[in-house]
Protein backbone atom coordinates (compact mmCIF):
# COMPACT_ATOMS: atom_id res chain seq x y z
CA UNK A 1 0.00 0.00 0.00
CA UNK A 2 2.71 1.98 0.75
CA UNK A 3 4.51 2.19 -2.42
CA UNK A 4 1.06 2.35 -4.35
CA UNK A 5 1.16 5.87 -2.05
CA UNK A 6 4.67 7.14 -2.99
CA UNK A 7 3.94 6.09 -6.92
CA UNK A 8 0.72 8.00 -6.67
CA UNK A 9 2.66 11.07 -5.45
CA UNK A 10 0.58 10.50 -2.27
CA UNK A 11 3.66 10.06 0.32
CA UNK A 12 6.20 12.44 -1.06
CA UNK A 13 9.57 10.39 -1.47
CA UNK A 14 12.12 12.31 0.84
CA UNK A 15 14.41 11.62 4.05
CA UNK A 16 12.62 14.62 5.83
CA UNK A 17 9.01 14.46 7.27
CA UNK A 18 9.27 10.78 8.31
CA UNK A 19 10.77 9.02 11.58
CA UNK A 20 12.47 6.12 11.31
CA UNK A 21 13.41 3.32 14.01
CA UNK A 22 17.33 3.40 14.38
CA UNK A 23 17.54 -0.14 13.47
CA UNK A 24 16.70 0.51 10.03
CA UNK A 25 19.76 2.10 9.30
CA UNK A 26 22.15 -0.90 10.87
CA UNK A 27 21.98 -2.43 7.47
CA UNK A 28 20.69 0.41 5.45
CA UNK A 29 22.98 3.01 4.12
CA UNK A 30 22.50 6.11 1.72
CA UNK A 31 23.85 5.38 -1.84
CA UNK A 32 27.09 7.64 -1.83
CA UNK A 33 27.19 7.63 -5.13
CA UNK A 34 23.87 9.26 -5.96
CA UNK A 35 23.96 12.82 -5.67
CA UNK A 36 20.32 13.00 -7.03
CA UNK A 37 16.87 10.90 -5.85
CA UNK A 38 18.89 9.67 -3.20
CA UNK A 39 15.89 9.83 -0.80
CA UNK A 40 13.38 7.76 -3.18
CA UNK A 41 16.61 5.70 -3.64
CA UNK A 42 16.76 4.41 0.23
CA UNK A 43 12.70 4.76 0.91
CA UNK A 44 12.04 2.37 -1.94
CA UNK A 45 14.48 -0.17 0.14
CA UNK A 46 13.24 0.79 3.39
CA UNK A 47 9.78 -0.10 1.76
CA UNK A 48 11.23 -3.31 0.45
CA UNK A 49 11.55 -4.29 4.24
CA UNK A 50 8.89 -5.88 6.32
CA UNK A 51 8.14 -3.12 8.11
CA UNK A 52 5.46 -1.66 10.09
CA UNK A 53 4.50 2.04 8.47
CA UNK A 54 2.52 4.68 10.14
CA UNK A 55 1.80 8.38 8.57
CA UNK A 56 -0.25 11.19 8.52
CA UNK A 57 -1.40 13.38 5.55
CA UNK A 58 -3.01 16.47 7.74
CA UNK A 59 -0.57 19.12 7.12
CA UNK A 60 1.09 18.88 3.63
CA UNK A 61 2.75 22.03 3.94
CA UNK A 62 6.00 22.27 2.51
CA UNK A 63 8.18 25.11 1.61
CA UNK A 64 11.01 24.36 -0.69
CA UNK A 65 13.80 26.98 -0.66
CA UNK A 66 16.40 26.51 -3.18
CA UNK A 67 20.20 27.80 -2.77
CA UNK A 68 22.40 28.75 -6.04
CA UNK A 69 25.13 26.66 -4.81
CA UNK A 70 23.14 23.79 -3.98
CA UNK A 71 21.63 20.25 -6.40
CA UNK A 72 18.79 22.02 -6.91
CA UNK A 73 19.74 25.28 -7.40
CA UNK A 74 22.00 24.66 -10.66
CA UNK A 75 19.34 23.35 -12.75
CA UNK A 76 19.47 20.29 -14.65
CA UNK A 77 22.57 18.80 -15.02
CA UNK A 78 23.40 15.44 -16.73
CA UNK A 79 24.70 13.84 -13.34
CA UNK A 80 21.01 14.92 -11.56
CA UNK A 81 18.80 12.95 -13.73
CA UNK A 82 21.22 10.10 -14.45
CA UNK A 83 20.86 9.39 -10.86
CA UNK A 84 17.39 9.72 -10.76
CA UNK A 85 16.95 7.56 -13.81
CA UNK A 86 18.84 4.46 -12.13
CA UNK A 87 16.59 4.74 -8.62
CA UNK A 88 13.81 4.95 -11.30
CA UNK A 89 14.57 2.02 -13.61
CA UNK A 90 15.30 0.27 -10.33
CA UNK A 91 11.45 0.82 -9.14
CA UNK A 92 10.10 -0.23 -12.59
CA UNK A 93 12.43 -3.57 -12.47
CA UNK A 94 10.81 -4.14 -8.69
CA UNK A 95 7.36 -3.50 -9.90
CA UNK A 96 7.09 -5.22 -12.99
CA UNK A 97 4.35 -7.53 -12.89
CA UNK A 98 2.94 -6.30 -9.94
CA UNK A 99 -0.27 -4.46 -8.81
CA UNK A 100 2.30 -0.85 -9.77
CA UNK A 101 3.83 -2.09 -12.50
CA UNK A 102 1.60 1.02 -14.46
CA UNK A 103 2.18 3.28 -11.36
CA UNK A 104 5.68 2.54 -12.14
CA UNK A 105 5.26 3.69 -15.68
CA UNK A 106 3.41 6.49 -15.11
CA UNK A 107 5.86 7.92 -12.12
CA UNK A 108 9.04 7.35 -14.70
CA UNK A 109 6.86 9.04 -17.10
CA UNK A 110 6.66 12.04 -14.80
CA UNK A 111 10.09 12.29 -13.58
CA UNK A 112 11.45 12.27 -17.36
CA UNK A 113 8.70 15.15 -18.47
CA UNK A 114 10.13 17.50 -15.38
CA UNK A 115 13.17 16.85 -16.34
CA UNK A 116 12.79 17.00 -20.00
CA UNK A 117 10.71 20.39 -19.41
CA UNK A 118 14.19 21.69 -17.09
CA UNK A 119 16.05 21.14 -19.99
CA UNK A 120 14.38 22.59 -22.75
CA UNK A 121 14.14 25.71 -20.68
CA UNK A 122 18.00 26.20 -18.89
CA UNK A 123 19.65 23.50 -21.11
CA UNK A 124 18.70 23.96 -24.63
CA UNK A 125 22.07 23.68 -26.15
CA UNK A 126 22.84 20.89 -24.70
CA UNK A 127 21.52 18.82 -27.40
CA UNK A 128 23.45 15.50 -26.09
CA UNK A 129 21.48 15.91 -22.96
CA UNK A 130 18.24 16.23 -25.20
CA UNK A 131 18.70 13.22 -26.84
CA UNK A 132 19.33 11.43 -23.71
CA UNK A 133 16.05 12.74 -22.17
CA UNK A 134 14.54 11.98 -25.32
CA UNK A 135 15.62 7.75 -25.38
CA UNK A 136 14.29 7.82 -21.69
CA UNK A 137 10.66 9.02 -22.65
CA UNK A 138 10.47 6.64 -25.51
CA UNK A 139 12.68 3.36 -23.34
CA UNK A 140 9.12 1.95 -22.00
CA UNK A 141 7.33 3.64 -24.24
CA UNK A 142 4.90 0.48 -24.75
CA UNK A 143 4.73 0.17 -21.31
CA UNK A 144 4.19 3.81 -20.19
CA UNK A 145 1.26 4.72 -22.61
CA UNK A 146 3.27 7.63 -22.41
CA UNK A 147 -0.21 9.88 -24.39
CA UNK A 148 -2.41 8.50 -22.06
CA UNK A 149 -3.26 10.34 -18.55
CA UNK A 150 -1.78 13.03 -20.07
CA UNK A 151 -3.13 16.97 -20.26
CA UNK A 152 -3.79 17.89 -23.91
CA UNK A 153 -0.55 19.91 -22.77
CA UNK A 154 2.05 17.46 -21.68
CA UNK A 155 0.27 14.99 -25.08
CA UNK A 156 1.63 17.91 -26.90
CA UNK A 157 4.60 18.16 -25.30
CA UNK A 158 5.22 13.97 -25.23
CA UNK A 159 4.81 14.45 -28.87
CA UNK A 160 7.08 16.89 -29.70
CA UNK A 161 9.66 16.47 -27.31
CA UNK A 162 9.70 12.93 -29.03
CA UNK A 163 9.71 14.09 -32.96
CA UNK A 164 12.82 16.03 -31.33
CA UNK A 165 10.82 19.77 -32.15
CA UNK A 166 12.93 21.27 -29.38
CA UNK A 167 13.06 24.95 -31.05
CA UNK A 168 8.60 24.70 -30.73
CA UNK A 169 8.98 23.57 -27.27
CA UNK A 170 11.05 26.34 -26.09
CA UNK A 171 9.12 28.95 -27.94
CA UNK A 172 5.71 27.38 -26.51
CA UNK A 173 7.49 27.64 -23.35
CA UNK A 174 8.47 31.11 -23.44
CA UNK A 175 4.97 31.80 -24.65
CA UNK A 176 3.68 30.20 -21.70
CA UNK A 177 5.77 32.39 -19.36
Same mark, same amino acid.
Given at each position: ????????????????????????????????????????????????????????????????????????????????????????????? %? &? =??????????????? #? /? !???????????????????????????????????????? %? &? =??????????????? #? /? !??????
Amino acid at each position: ETMTLLLQEKIYPSAWGKLYKKSIFRKLRYNKQCKYGEDLDAIIRILGEKLKIVFSQEDKNYLYRTRANSIMGRGVYRKNCRDLFVVCDEIVR %K &E =KGGPNEELAYEFYVK #K /I !LGFCMDCIKYNYKDKEELEFLRGRLLKYEKQQRIYSNRTN %K &E =KLFCLLFSQKQYGLL #K /I !LIKLKA
